[in-house]
């Protein structure tokens, strides 16, 4: 016979999965209760200032049936590729120079790191315009240059937490350096990889609206720019949900569990 037994009916639940069914519940019931204060609400002004759901819902089926609307989705996710490849790895080659050529530690930590984190996404965006022009150059760089103090800073704490012991027992056995840093180094930067990624897409979206919104030809920021002189306000609606349930859907089916995978096998601790 099987050791497990049949929960009779009625019989409380395990407080693990009480706990999860509580929390599926609050966010069902919060969810309800922004949709209703938002129908209420919808009614009681003009349209252009605060549509309707069922507005909102025409309008998302449009964005997602009109191949010119979807154009702009693809030119942002393609913003986004770009400048998280980009920023992801200047950052790592950044981060690797400054552990390795311990010389140009303080230039790249204490003065290029500070200044990226200092200087705003409005004012690259700007500076960017008036190098660039209007253009996709504009939106890759501008995102670029703000994600880039994400990745320099999380591997850095990476290298910093590296197993000082387990590069010592390597060196023992005679490897090369490129042999130690591709068995030894790369494994144990995996966990803060996925994490600097996890930050660096949620980050990108927020400043990729901007950066279409001010400097870029095409775009779901440039769609906005457009729908906001037409007081399109469903349109505008339609993105900003889309931005958030594709952000959310893409940390937990995606990113989260790579940052839990990497984190249980290669990492000592969940990097920060």
Sequence with gaps: MSGATARPPGAALDPPQASTRTKALVAFGCAAAIAIAWSLAAGR?????????????????????SARQLAHLGAT???IGAAITIAFTLGALLALAAHYARWSAPAIHHRLSP?????????????????????????????????????????REGLVAL??????????FGRGA???????????????????????????????????????????????????QDYDTATIF??????????????????????RYTSRHYGRASPR
Excluded: Q
């Design 45 to 65: 002004v003009p349209p252009y200032m605060l549509p309707a759901p069922a507005d909102v819902g025409r309008a998302a089926l449009g964005f997602f049936g």
């Design 77 to 79: 996710l393609t913003h």
């Design 115 to 155: 200044f990226l984190n200092a200087f705003s996404g409005i004012g690259w965006t700007l500076l960017a315009v008036i190098w660039f022009g209007v253009s996709s150059a504009t939106v890759v760089f501008t995102i670029t240059v703000v994600l880039l103090p994400f990745a320099l800073i999380n591997l």
């Design 163 to 172: 197993d000082r012991e387990l590069l010592e027992m390597g060196r023992s």
């Design 178 to 228: 490129g042999r130690m840093f591709a068995v030894v180094v790369l494994p144990a930067l995996l966990p803060f990889c996925a994490a600097t990624l996890r930050i660096m897409f949620g980050v990108s979206w927020k400043v990729a609206l901007t950066a279409e919104l001010f400097g870029g030809s095409k775009g779901l920021g440039y769609m906005i720019n457009i729908a906001r």
């Design 238 to 259: 339609t993105v900003i949900l889309f931005i958030i349930l594709a952000v959310y859907m893409a940390d937990r089916l995606a990113f989260a569990p790579l940052e």
